[in-house]
């Protein structure tokens, strides 16, 4: 079985968590007024900050002028390639830029956060502790709409 098989295959025996009320709110403001943030799985992060280490629940805040970043996935099974060809196949912001130019979105956040995407298989810490931590950043800088990219 190859490696990414065995992956799948692992993943598919994962429970998932059930809830009973989403947290999907809507508006009407529209999103040409709306201030946008990233948050991604790839575990980036700058040269300057503490690397994500195994089990690292924690989150790295992204400048938006942000550019030389480091992906500190470390599973032989995730190919780097495009992200060392193109930064925005896991963290969108040039087009982030390029739709608030575009009158699009209203403007982009000042900040973006990342997180590693290798988890406990129980994600509490993140759900009770680190993900909150990071709601309440983004709230602070009055991000409206939240773009999620799972790496």
């Known amino acids: 079985m190859s490696g990414d098989a065995a992956m799948r295959a692992y993943a598919a025996t994962l429970p998932v968590p059930e809830f ?3 947290a999907f ?3 009407d403001t529209p999103l040409s007024e709306r201030r946008v943030a ?13 690397r994500f280490s195994q089990g ?15 992906m500190g996935h470390w599973s032989p099974n995730f190919d780097h390639t495009g ?3 193109d930064l925005n196949v896991v963290y969108p912001i040039d087009r982030l830029e390029e ?3 575009d009158g699009v979105i209203g403007e982009v ?3 973006h956060f990342a997180f590693a995407g290798n988890q406990p298989d129980t994600v509490s810490e993140l759900r009770l502790d680190t993900g909150p931590a990071c709601a309440a950043e983004l709230l602070a800088d009055e991000v409206d709409v939240v773009i999620l990219t799972p790496v």
């Open 99 to 101: 739709l608030a130019a």
């Open 20 to 22: 009973e009320a989403t």
């Open 56 to 70: 690292d629940t924690g989150f790295r805040a992204l400048d938006r002028t942000d550019r030389d970043l480091v």
């Open 38 to 50: 990233i948050v991604t799985s790839a575990a980036l992060y700058r040269p300057d900050q503490e």
């Open 25 to 27: 709110t809507t508006s």
């Open 83 to 85: 992200f060392q060809i």
């Open 109 to 111: 956040a000042p900040r």
